[in-house]
């Protein structure tokens, strides 16, 4: 069967990669899945579209590396995302909720049956993988079934993977609109959400309900929260609107700029 082009709707990001080689083998292995859209976020080597080993193991796949976008942070890699999955190695007790890569492959192809909606998979430093702070800016954290005695995945290893499980997926045919979990509006984007989030933090401090210099995982927990949910970007602005009447009634933000 062919290949189910998406048109730029699939990212791929790696995150603070340490060696040039594993994005040149990273851009081999999605665009031998049928993927192009490459983002390098903060690589160790700023010149690495330049650099002998990545060019070397790119192997026919120097287009994908020249066209990848390098960004200064995950954030900037993911502001027009609105379903981002962490790929990581285990479940942590605050992050958003935790799936098999085969049960992320799946919902992303619901996903992508709305025309709307982008995703990106984001990979970690070869060393020490995601932060908890990059875990947390994305929907779904990520495992990929491993040998418990050798469960150590190389970073193109694991882009190889992934691309594989979400392309053979993406072949079966789409689930019809009625039957999609996407159906009720357009997600918001992760750009969108974090400023939810932000804006959050400030009705709570301001209620009281939370003492900035006892957090108590607080906002960690509002994270799961609405990572479970699945946010669309018009529950977005309704949320942003409660926050704002928190944070200032009504009758005072009258003819002051909005938040």
């Not at 983002?39 to 990848?68: G, Q």
């Not at 027009?80 to 958003?96: K, M, N, V, W």
Request: proline content about 5%; glycine content about 6%.
């Amino acid at each position: 069967m062919a290949f189910v082009p998406q048109g730029g709707r699939v990212r791929f990001v790696l995150v603070e990669p340490s060696h040039a080689g594993n994005i040149g083998s990273a851009a081999r292995a999605i665009n031998t899945m049928g993927f192009t859209e490459l983002y390098v976020v903060n690589p160790r080597d700023r010149d690495y579209k330049r650099n002998p080993e990545a060019l070397s193991f790119c192997t026919r796949s120097a287009d994908v590396l020249f066209s990848s976008i390098c960004v200064p942070d995950l954030q900037s890699a993911l502001q027009d995302i609105q379903l981002a999955y962490a790929l990581s190695g285990y479940d942590r007790e605050f992050g958003p909720p935790f799936v098999s890569l085969t049960e992320a492959c799946l919902e992303a192809k619901e996903a992508l049956g709305d025309s709307n909606i982008r995703i990106a998979f984001v990979f970690g430093t070869e060393r020490s993988g995601l932060t908890n702070e990059q875990v947390n800016q994305c929907q779904r954290c990520v495992g990929i079934p491993a040998n418990p005695q050798c469960d150590s995945l190389n970073l193109a290893q694991a882009v190889q993977v992934t691309a594989y499980q979400l392309q053979t997926d993406l072949r079966g045919p789409l689930l019809s609109k009625e039957s999609r979990r996407f159906s009720y509006g357009e997600l918001a984007s992760v750009d969108s959400t974090e400023k939810m989030f932000g804006h959050l933090q400030q009705a709570m401090v301001a209620c009281g309900a939370l003492d900035p210099q006892k957090p108590k995982f607080m906002m960690e927990r509002f994270r799961h929260l609405f990572s479970r949910a699945g946010l669309t970007q018009t529950e977005v602005d309704l949320l942003r609107g409660v926050y704002s009447s928190i944070i200032r009634s009504k009758d005072e933000r009258k003819g002051s700029k909005k938040l």
